[in-house]
């Protein structure tokens, strides 16, 4: 089975950059989409981006359109998100997630997800 490991979290005042990294070690990331997720307590799981199989396309939610940037390097089996002009309510556990079909932004089409990793924009 698919197992995909984040990594890249961590704290970062207002106006900073992170870049996260999700990978997997047994399976090739080359034949599904991708997409980034987070989650707050108390609050549903939004959808943050996604990437096709090709990389050729991709998609963002609204609040973090011109800040956030996802690719991917399938020679390293790797997708990243690149989050610039970091805000508070950007804190959330954000996780990849893999399917084996186009990139959507709903969570329910993702089959297969990481653990997660914590990101806290704070002064």
């Known amino acids: 089975q698919l197992q995909l490991v984040e990594s890249g979290g961590g704290l970062v005042q207002p106006g900073g950059s992170l870049r996260l990294s999700c990978a997997a070690s047994?399976?090739?990331?080359?034949?599904?989409?991708i997409g980034w997720f987070r989650q707050t307590p108390g609050k549903e799981r939004e959808g943050v981006s996604c990437?096709?199989?090709?990389?050729?396309?991709?998609n963002y939610a609204d609040s973090v359109k011109g800040r956030f940037t996802i690719s991917r390097d399938n020679g390293k089996n790797t997708v990243y998100l690149q989050m610039n002009s970091l805000k508070p309510e950007d804190t959330a556990v954000y996780y990849c997630?893999?399917?084996?079909?186009?990139?959507?932004?709903?969570?329910?089409?993702?089959?297969?997800w990481g653990q997660g990793t914590q990101v806290t924009v704070s002064s």
């Open positions: 047994e399976f090739t990331l080359d034949v599904y989409a």
């Open positions: 997630a893999a399917v084996f079909s186009r990139c959507v932004l709903s969570d329910s089409a993702y089959k297969y």
């Open positions: 990437i096709s199989i090709s990389g050729t396309s991709t």
